[in-house]
């Protein structure tokens, strides 16, 4: 009756959450209207306002044309009066001279009669035209004067608008921070409601559980109450039989004096015998039906305990999910800190493992317990739990020169942060082995704390001490090397790059499998990345599997060829590993140069699983042109090569909850993205003028495999389209970061264009979450992840057909591809001709067709580009190769 209630409970709280979530979306409803008319105003009167300035604009056009014509007549009135002054001069003279000769005087008086008669008739006329022309401009700019006093007062007018527009854009804030509110409520709402509904899915199984013992306790009920009524009847008979034979004693008393007496007491005995018997017939069905309510009591509380147990069990059973990953983490690293330091052996560590790797309860509640104690009580109790069940997951190990976020340099580190966090949710336990780096992100890092353990490992013909440190990265256990080696191997202040790294990094991979060794691990999977820790399979079966450490199954993933590591034959024996036995055609000889030792290689030859990130790329590498030289050797090693197109983290990576951009948003509410775009001009000094002007955005290396010279040329069309670009990157190249840096100062206050050659994490957060477009002309990309980011917050991607941006976007005019999985802009050859056809499409694509386009920005938003997919290809992978090796063991 409790769980009854409960459920009742449930009811009501999960109408009233309906209920509230109603009332939020009427709210968000009514809000949207208003910011919709709001927007409809402000429209009309920025429209209003076009208008009246291009009146003005015209007005002023014809102000000045006045102001010429006005000039011209000035200096036609100037060259008139010139003439008159000659014509004076002219007048003068022939008064002064005497004329000696007729001819003469006859010639001097015809030219005084042209010029004392002809001259003014000509500018009487001519004056009297410009007078008249000069009224007429006056007149007209009398009236101009008029229409300009009139638009004066329609622009202080206009002035009144803008600040009902201010007035307006104040109220759209505030009706939209409410917005806000209630769509925080609404999440928290439907967050409640999941968990009610969890809730309900629960108490409705134990409710039908319930109601099926309630059916038998009223089936007995009514069984004991027809018991109890049978009773009562039986009562009323022994009253009748009381009766009678208070009859037969005085039947007996008249037995004599009458026959007819005589045969009734007869008749009485047998009524009497039939009631007898019916009461004997009446006393075992009593008894049966008591016996049955018994039985049926007790099967409902059997039941009833088979259900506390079953809850019991149950929680026993099930793993933990009230802790995060970072707990069971740092139990993982305080286990292992005690079997490294002597506190307990390697069985009950495993022992100990296996509970936290299942997230066992018990080992919750113990660590709980022990806050108080010491290590030495707390060690106890702990061993006090050493008889849990071995788990069925997968143990994985990954020996890595990077991890995202506290050492990255490229896409390897997001990999193994990714996968990892995507294999832990999939109930394996995964731990992470990388250098202890001095320039390392040590605020991402969590309880990072130094053991009291040090591991000795083989180098250059001795023994060097590796301090071993433990933390944890993304709620993932990480254990890191810190090499005692006179060479500071990675106190260099940066990650790569060093004339040493063959050596820095073999020897890093050969401490990390001695602390396997020495920690008692036992690995069904260690997964290895890139040349840095290749060394790690030819390590494990030529030195460690002889050893011990032969549980494990090897997997190898190169995520680019070009970086290979290559080096003289002879680096090689400073970890221990055999020369001769390795620098040979078919191991980790160089294809390309006999004397030189080639780790990828011997990554490929001595690993159990070889991985690409992605399948285009896969088949792109076993080619001559693109196998940079290991196409031979992939080829020969096929059968256990595949491309695995990677993730994103879709946690990190998610518009709905990035910290990073100034409004949050999602698939279903764009209008957040419009803001952070504007929030992202305002930020850069780019022109807001156009709300609708596209925003191409591109984050990249700048690196010949990027395709720089089409990322320069797709700067200068962007512009001839009537876009804006922004580009966020640098190169290690100085001849390629020279010219970028030309072009940055030469666009340093362009109104549409924007270099900025660094990396900054918050502002490619925001430049994704700005752009409409992003650009990704790679030469060559084994996948890229650019892509995959841009879609989730809405950039549609515009790429070359290669590697990964091949298996990842499918062009929108491609009607051979099914529609559902159309999703950016493709062209094929690396030249300007293709990035200007793609660009051209996509550009018409936004302006003719909104609707369309904005149809094509949610459907990419709403791609799955997680680890989900991916990391359950690498569990198929894993788990078969340790099945065959297991399958091999035992034959």
């Not at 002023?60 to 000659?86: G, P, W, Y």
């Not at 000509?122 to 007209?140: K, Q, V």
């Not at 279903?668 to 955005?697: M, T, Y």
Request: with cysteine.
């Amino acid at each position: 009756m409790n769980l009854g209630g409960a459920e009742q409970l449930s009811n009501v709280r999960l109408e009233d959450l309906i209920g509230m979530i109603r009332n939020a979306e009427k709210n968000i409803l009514l809000l949207n209207q208003a910011r919709v008319h709001a927007l409809e105003d402000l429209a009309k009167i920025l429209t209003e306002k076009e208008t009246l300035q291009g009146e003005i604009n015209d007005l002023e056009m014809r102000l000045a044309e006045v102001d010429a014509r006005i000039k011209v007549a000035a200096q036609e009135k100037i060259h008139v009066e010139l003439l008159e002054d000659q014509l004076d001069k002219l007048r003068n003279e022939l008064s002064d001279r005497d004329g000696t000769e007729g001819s003469e005087l006859d010639t001097y008086e015809n030219r005084n009669k042209i010029l004392s008669e002809g001259p003014p008739l000509w500018h009487n006329s001519i004056f009297h035209s410009l007078s008249e022309e000069l009224s007429s401009l006056r007149t007209e700019n009398m009236s101009l004067k008029d229409d300009i006093q009139a638009l004066k007062v329609e622009l202080s007018n206009l002035k009144g608008t803008d600040e009902r527009v201010v007035t307006l854009e104040k109220e759209r804030s505030l009706l939209e921070s409410a917005m806000k509110d209630l769509e925080f409520k609404l999440a928290v709402s439907h967050e409640d409601l999941s968990k009610l509904s969890s809730l309900k899915l629960e108490y409705k199984d134990l409710w039908e559980k319930v109601e099926n013992l309630q059916a038998l306790l009223d089936k007995a009920t009514k069984q004991a109450d027809q018991a109890i009524l049978v009773l009562q009847q039986n009562q009323e008979l022994r009253k009748k039989v009381d009766k009678l034979e208070e009859s037969i004693d005085e039947a007996n008393v008249y037995k004599l004096s009458s026959e007819k007496i005589q045969q009734y007491n007869e008749l009485m005995q047998q009524k009497i015998k039939l009631l007898e018997e019916r009461l004997e017939r009446s006393d075992e069905d009593i008894h049966s039906y008591v016996c049955l309510y018994q039985e049926s009591v007790k099967e409902f509380q059997d039941t009833l305990d088979s259900l506390k147990e079953e809850s019991k069990r149950r929680a026993l059973d099930e793993p933990v999910d009230d802790m995060p990953w970072e707990f069971w983490s740092r139990l993982l690293l305080l286990i292992d800190g005690w079997l490294l330091e002597k506190k307990i052996s390697t069985n009950d560590a495993k022992l100990l493992r296996e509970m936290v790797w299942k997230r066992d309860g018990r080992i919750r509640d113990a660590y709980k317990a022990c806050n108080q104690k010491s290590e030495r009580e707390a060690v106890a109790t702990f061993l006090g739990l050493t008889s849990s069940p071995k788990s069925s997951g997968l143990h994985v190990i990954h020996i890595a020169a990077e991890m995202a976020p506290v050492a990255k340099v490229g896409g390897l580190g997001d990999v193994v942060t990714g996968l990892s966090k995507a294999l832990q949710k999939k109930g394996h336990l995964v731990e992470i082995v990388l250098p202890k780096y001095d320039c390392m992100q040590y605020d991402r890092i969590c309880d990072l704390r130094a053991l009291d353990f040090v591991i000795e490992s083989y180098f250059d013909g001795r023994l060097f001490r590796n301090k071993v440190w433990v933390g944890t990265v993304e709620g993932l256990p990480v254990y890191f090397i810190e090499p005692h080696h006179p060479a500071k191997f990675f106190w260099r202040g940066q990650f790569y790059g060093e004339n040493d790294d063959f050596k820095r990094f073999s020897f890093f991979s050969r401490a990390a499998l001695e602390l396997l060794l020495q920690s008692g691990k036992k690995p069904d999977i260690i997964h290895c990345h890139d040349w840095q820790t290749a060394f790690v399979a030819p390590l494990y079966w030529d030195i460690y599997a002889p050893k011990g450490l032969d549980s494990a199954r090897i997997c190898f993933t190169c995520h680019n060829f070009e970086y290979q590591g290559t080096a003289p034959a002879s680096d090689l024996a400073s970890c221990g590993l055999d020369v001769n036995q390795l620098n040979r055609p078919d191991r980790m000889q160089d294809n390309s140069a006999h004397n030189r030792i080639n780790p990828v290689k011997g990554g490929i030859v001595f690993s159990n699983i070889v991985t690409t990130v992605s399948p285009t790329y896969a088949q792109e590498v076993r080619t001559a042109e693109e196998g940079q030289g290991l196409h031979g050797t992939l080829n020969s090693h096929s059968k256990k090569f595949i491309g695995i197109l990677n993730g994103i983290d879709a946690d990190a990576w998610n518009p709905a909850t990035d910290t990073f951009l100034k409004v949050q948003y999602s698939a279903n509410d764009l209008q957040g993205k419009a803001e952070n775009k504007e929030a992202l001009r305002r930020h850069l000094g780019l022109s807001s003028a156009d709300v609708r002007q596209p925003l191409v955005g591109c984050i990249t290396r700048l690196v010949p495999q990027k395709g720089v010279h089409l990322i320069r040329h797709a700067i200068y069309r962007t512009l001839e389209l009537g876009g804006q670009f922004v580009l966020l990157g640098s190169s290690p190249v100085p001849h390629i970061q020279r010219e970028f840096e030309g072009i940055a100062n030469h666009f340093q206050s362009h109104d549409h264009i924007r270099l900025i050659l660094k990396y900054d994490e918050s502002l490619s957060h925001s430049i994704y979450a700005a752009s409409d477009m992003f650009l990704i002309p790679s030469i060559f990309e084994p996948c890229g992840l650019t892509q995959m980011i841009g879609m989730r917050y809405g950039a549609i991607p515009i790429v070359r057909k290669t590697g990964g941006l091949n298996d990842s976007v499918f062009d929108v005019d491609d009607d051979t591809i099914p529609l559902q999985f159309r999703n950016g802009f493709t062209f094929l050859t690396p030249d300007e001709r293709a990035v200007n056809s793609a660009l051209e499409r996509a550009f018409n694509h936004y302006r003719n067709n909104r609707e369309s386009w904005q149809q094509l920005v949610q459907k990419d938003m709403n791609m799955d580009f997680s680890w989900e997919s991916s990391a359950t290809h690498y569990e198929e992978l894993y788990e078969k190769s340790v099945a065959r090796a297991r399958a091999a063991s035992r034959a």
